[in-house]
């Protein structure tokens, strides 16, 4: 089964556009996560509505961080994404009058959702301004090196 990724991916690009000194085009963040610019431009208008990201037109148009990194939480942006499934697994309703499917499922459903409830609220603890400072951590203790997007400088 394929996990969702879009909020790691939207995090990304966010990252991406927070440490750049220029707009970013649709295309150059989709380079960064080998998807369609459609598939951004998309999600990110989302962002847009909520004021995380603005969009310009024509040359050195693109997008653009407008919110304060250090207010903006990863609950925020997973709520603004669509609040995407948290969990891949799921219960079998195969045979909904089966009490055993019932009993594991009743079992299951509350365990789940006291886990997603537990995680989507740890989620409002990250400010995009925490991921920026590790990432500058990490950048600074690494200088010099090849990362995985060397081919996609701005």
Known sequence: ????????????VLLHMAHSEAPLTSEQLSGYLRTNPV?????????RERGYVSSGKGHGGGWSITCDLSKV????????????????????VDHPSCLVEKVVNQ???????????????????????DLSSQFNHLYAKHKGEIHGHESHKQ
């Open 39 to 47: 598939l951004v431009r998309r999600v990110l208008a989302g962002l």
């Open 1 to 12: 089964m394929r996990r969702d990724s879009k909020l790691s991916s939207i995090l990304h």
């Open 73 to 92: 939480t990863l609950r925020d942006i997973y709520e603004a994404v669509g609040s995407p499934t948290v969990f891949a697994m799921g219960n079998r």
């Open 107 to 129: 079992s299951l459903a509350s365990t789940f959702e006291e886990a997603e409830a537990l995680l989507i609220e740890r989620f409002k603890d990250v400010t995009l301004a």
